[in-house]
């Protein structure tokens, strides 16, 4: 449950000592093992820094969190606190389940004499805990997921993706029988030749039905439950984001034109079907995107995907979309602002003006202030996560790897990315002279084609007119 109420947190987790009329139990077991401290100028001796512990009076703001029945139960030092971020139920998963405390010994003999045979005494021990021996004694399972997750992958019609060796020759693989099939595809062909499989759409079909990954077949369900989920997709895809729109309600698709036939007439795209279906009539679907995202998505993650829904969507109350979710994108403007005037205050010497990345985020956050687009970027990765929301050089310019004298960036008129650059203000390019020269013939020549546009004599001028700063060591 991502961002609860305080009201729902107060039901699991407390953090005050309990009236000890009302309940003793919970008063005396907090006193006994949930009292932190004191510690600092109130208490000096505190076992925080290795000294005894004095008697002084404490108040709530000494109490370690805890769960009252837990604590009155077992009688124990017990810390429960609210873990509202993904990747650390991740690293509490992993860790718990890492198997146990392993160290590797050798057997050695007093007698010098005799030779070692390293190999023969080499031992690999394991330490399992008396809690964990009856837990495997007793044959209790060791971890599982329930109900069962069927992730349900879709794509475009001959956009699937084939992952094969890097030895091996992509004719051959093409070549090879079955591999223009996937779960999606095997879809539409179980719904041709089954009627009762029509009666599902793509998200409910794992209930009925099993994927078999090695015959690449779905075959009808005998025993168990399990429930599917369509990967996700993001408003900036286009027609894949509709796409995904439309297999959440329709059933029984035997090919990607009935995925957008609705009553009957078949549309050319899958935007133009959804409006005929009804979903695109408010911001509905914008306000489930931004909810559904909210559960793996971060701030940052949420605000650009906001800005892209009002980039490329037709919303019709943003207001009512940026309340949807307030507390994940309520880091706006504002934030950007008393950032820049955090930074102005700073006072460079002559050292710290060497120091080219602090001037960098100074001139992002001014003009991000100002409602400017601002593309920073480096030539590694390490230094573009150094700049706020930075990327690769290639990867934000799509620059070839193998980049010559004729190349140029892959990027395409009428594009999301061709958009932003004739709306950017600034790019700023960390790490310039460690990047090879073609690279910025060939952005050059890509911002002097897509930016003709928007500025007069655009070819004739440097990246088309757009200002960019190179930063880095160019000694």
Not at 215 to 233: L, M, V
Not at 271 to 277: E, N, P, V
Not at 331 to 352: H, P, V
């Amino acid at each position: 449950m991502k961002n609860p109420s305080a009201a729902h947190i107060d039901k699991i987790i407390s953090a005050e000592i309990p009236d000890i009329n009302v309940d003793p139990d919970g008063y005396n077991a907090v006193k006994k093992f949930m009292i932190h401290g004191p510690c600092g100028k109130l208490n000096t001796k505190s076992p925080c820094i290795r000294v005894e512990k004095k008697n002084i009076l404490l108040g709530n703001r000494y109490v370690v969190p805890y769960h009252r029945n837990l604590i009155v139960k077992f009688d124990a030092h017990i810390n429960v606190e609210l873990c509202n971020y993904s990747r650390s139920i991740k690293y509490l998963f992993k860790y718990v389940h890492k198997g146990s405390d392993k160290t590797t010994a050798t057997v050695q003999s007093i007698d010098n004499t005799e030779g070692i045979d390293e190999i023969k005494t080499y031992l690999d021990c394991r330490y399992i805990s008396a809690t964990e021996a009856c837990w495997r004694i007793f044959q209790f399972d060791i971890h599982y997921r329930k109900p069962s997750v069927e992730r349900l992958p879709f794509h475009l019609l001959g956009e699937h993706t084939v992952i094969f060796g890097e030895d091996k020759c992509p004719e051959n693989v093409l070549g090879t029988p079955g591999v223009d099939k996937t779960k999606f595809t095997e879809w539409l062909e179980t719904n041709k030749n089954n009627e009762d499989a029509r009666e599902l759409t793509y998200s409910d079909f794992p209930t009925c039905w099993v994927w078999n990954s090695k015959d690449k077949i779905w075959t009808r369900r005998k025993q168990g439950i399990a429930i599917g989920r369509i990967y996700f997709a993001h408003p900036s895809t286009g027609e894949r984001f509709y796409m995904r729109m439309m297999l959440n309600f329709v059933k029984g698709c035997t090919s990607y034109e009935s995925i957008r036939t609705v009553n009957g007439v078949t549309y050319s795209t899958f935007k133009g079907a959804c409006y005929a279906l009804g979903l695109l009539d408010d911001d509905k679907e914008w306000i489930d995107c931004l909810t559904e995202a909210t559960l793996w998505a971060t701030g940052n993650e949420l605000r650009h995907l906001f800005v892209t829904i009002l980039i490329n969507c037709q919303v019709s109350d943003v207001t009512k979309l940026w309340k949807s979710n307030y507390t994940t994108l309520s880091e706006d403007i504002t934030a950007l602002q008393r950032k820049r005037f955090k930074m102005k205050d700073l006072q460079l010497n002559d050292q710290q003006v060497e120091a080219y990345t602090l001037f960098e985020i100074e001139l992002i956050a001014k003009l991000r202030s100002e409602s400017k687009i601002v593309l920073p970027v480096a030539t590694s990765g390490i230094a573009a996560l150094l700049l706020p929301n930075g990327r690769t050089a290639h990867s934000r310019f799509h620059i070839p790897l193998e980049v010559t004298a004729e190349s140029t960036c892959e990027i395409r008129h009428g594009t999301l990315l061709a958009e932003l650059l004739m709306q950017t203000s600034l790019i700023i390019w960390d790490e310039a002279p460690m990047a090879n020269k073609y690279c910025f013939e060939a952005l050059d020549k890509t911002l002097r084609d897509i930016l003709r546009t928007r500025y007069e004599n655009s070819t004739t001028k440097p990246f088309g007119g757009l200002t960019i700063i190179c930063g880095g060591d160019f000694r």
